[in-house]
C-alpha cells in the first residue's frame, strides 16, 4: 500500500514532494489535551506516554523512540531500518488510539541573500531605526527572555554576549542535569540539530535575528536575555520535530517571547498542538509571514497561516513602510509590519576578517524579531501582561498607510507607542480558553472572539479541505517558497542523505 493511499484514508494525500526527514514520523495518540503551565512544565519525556506506545508499537521493534512530549501525548519516531515506511505508517494510522500521524516536515529559515550593491550606509540605516531606538529610553524594568528559535547564536559577538540568557541552575561542564531539564550542561540554550549543548550559530541567521531583538534595548540599561535554540541547520533548514523540541524547551525554561523566523512548511499538526501549548502557557509565539510575495490567506504557509490567538505574524517593510517586494501579506493573517529590507545586525565572527561582524540581510525573517524585542520591553515594564494584552497594543499602536490598507490587518510597528501603553495597560491575568480547530474543521472564529482582538486578527485561515477533500491541502505559498530556495533544499538533502545515509525522496 502507498503513503499516498493510507493518507488519503485521513482525508488527504500525502504529496511525496513535500520535504520531510526520511524515515521519521510524528504519532499523537487521543488523549485529553491538558492545559495551562502547570501541565506543560512537567518533566519532559514522559514515562507513560512512552510506555504505552512501546506496548502498542514495539512489539515488533519497528520503531526508535526518539522523544516524547508530555503535554501533548505526542512521539516522535524514527522506523527501524529495513523497515518498510508505508507498512510502519499504515499500521499507525489504523490504531484507534491514533488522533494523527504525519512525516517529520521540513522548515527553512526565512530570509533572503539578494545582494545589497546599492545597501544602504550604516548612517541612513540608522535614521530609519530611529523610531525603533526611542523605545529604549522607556524599557528599564525586568528582564525578559527572548527565544531564537533558528540557526543558533554566536554568544561571543560584542553585541550579544552579555545578553545571553544563563541557565542558573545548571552547573556548567560537570556532565550532569543539574536542574534535571533533560539536557546536560545546557547553559545558553541547546542544539537540537547536533543534539549537544553548544548553540553556537554555523550558519548566521540567527544570530543576525538576535542581534534585532537586542536593538530595541537600552544598552544602558539592558534587560532583554536571548536564549539560543538552534533548530535550523548550517543550510538554514530544520524539521518539525526539532522544532517542536526547541519551543518545547523555550516554554519549560522561562522564555517569555519565542522569535520564529522559519517556515515554508506542510501543514503539521504537531507544530500546531506545540504553538497551541506556548498559547495556554502565556507565550508570545512572534513568527515571520514569509517571503513569497502571496497573500497568505489565500494560500496558506506554515507556521503563519496557524490560527492560533498568541501568535503574532509578520511582514517585512521597506524603508517607505511600504510592503517589501518579498513579503507575504493578507489582512487576516498577518497583524503588523516592522523594517525587514536591508537590515544591518551582528553575523558570527567567522563572517568576516575582523570581527564583531555585521552583515545586511533582508527578509520577514528581519521583521519579525522586531516585533519580538518590542515584546520584550513591553513585558519588562508590565511583566503581568497576557500575550493577547501584548499582541492587541502592538495591533493598536501600528501605524497603517494607504499601501498597507487591506495587505495587513494593522500597520507598521511602533515600538515607543507600543511600550508605553504596555507600561499604562492593567494586566489580565485570564487566559481565554482556547482550542484548535483541525485542518478539517470549517473556516470560523472560535475562542478567538472572546480574546476581544477584533479586526480579523483571529479568524482562522487554515484553509484546508473539508472532510475528504484529498486535493485541497497543498500549500502553495510554501511550495513556492521551496521553489524560491530549491537548490538550497537540494543540498539539504544531498546533505542530510550523505550524513544520515537515507533515502530520500525525490521533490
Ligand atoms: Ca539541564
Ligand atoms: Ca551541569
Ligand atoms: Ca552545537
Redesign the pocket.
Known sequence: MSAWLLFSINGFALDPNIPHVEGELIIKFKTQITSGEEDILKIFADQVGFHKLQAKLKKDDSLELLNSYAWADIHHVRIRPGEDFDQVMGKIQGMEEVEYVEPNYIFSATFTTEAFEDAPSAQAFSSEQNRFSSAQALGAGQNVTVAVIDTGVDYTHADIASNMWINSG?????????DKNGY??DINGWDFVNNDNDPYDDHYHGTHVSGIVLSLQNKARPVIKIMALKFLDYYGYGSTGDAINAIDYAVRNGAKILNNSWGGGFYSSALRDAIVATYNANRVFAVAAGNSAVNIDQEPSYPPSYLIPNMITVAALNSSDNLAWFSNYGPTGVHVGAPGVAIYSAVPKEQCSVPPCYKYLSGTSMATPYVAGVAAMMLSEQPELMHLQVKKIIMDTSVSNASLEGMIGKGSVEPSDAVTTASNTTPDGNIPPYTPSSISDSIGLSASESAGMGCGALVDITQGPKNGGGQGLTPTSGISLFLLSWPLLFVFFLRRQMRRKFVLSPF
Request: no cysteine; glycine share 18%; hydrophobic share 25%.
Open positions: 545548571e552547573v556548567p561542564g560537570n556532565g550532569i542535569d543539574d546536560i550542561d
